[in-house]
């Protein structure tokens, strides 16, 4: 299943409860970016081919990691790139990106996705908690 970029978006914009669409893109286009440099061969491709375009090309291009973030630290990066972000809201905006990542990849996809990530990322995949 491929899943276009506004219904992607407005998934991200309701499960984030952003109030304006740009937030949900910016957020989207960021923990991406972020998670694609995580995300090696099958499984970043299988991935990519279920994202709107223009988002599977922000998976396939990523920012290149050095080595991989623990869940806390990708959170904190994601903050470091969004605008007036703190640690809680950015945890928030990487729950919004990667719950609805999670619906369009499907368990079986998520389950191999994960164990390229360190332990923890499951929580993030799950829908936004409030703190």
């Not at 630290?73 to 905006?93: C, L, M, P, S, Y």
């Not at 164990?115 to 936004?128: A, S, V």
Request: charged share 20%; no cysteine.
């Amino acid at each position: 299943m491929h899943m276009h970029w506004d219904a992607f978006v407005s998934a991200v914009q309701e499960r984030g409860e952003y109030p304006a669409q740009e937030e949900a893109e910016r957020s989207s286009r960021v923990v991406l970016g972020l998670l694609g440099a995580h995300l090696v061969g099958e499984v970043r491709a299988e991935l990519a081919a279920r994202l709107p375009e223009t988002l599977a090309l922000v998976l396939l291009n990523p920012l290149q990691a050095h080595e991989p973030l623990s869940p806390e630290r990708f959170v904190r990066a994601t903050a470091a790139w969004i605008e007036g972000a703190t640690e809680k809201t950015a945890t928030w905006d990487v729950s919004a990106v990667l719950s609805v990542v999670a619906d369009v990849a499907g368990e079986e996809l998520v389950r191999r996705l994960l164990l390229q990530l360190p332990p923890g990322y499951d929580l993030l995949f799950g829908r936004p908690q409030p703190t």
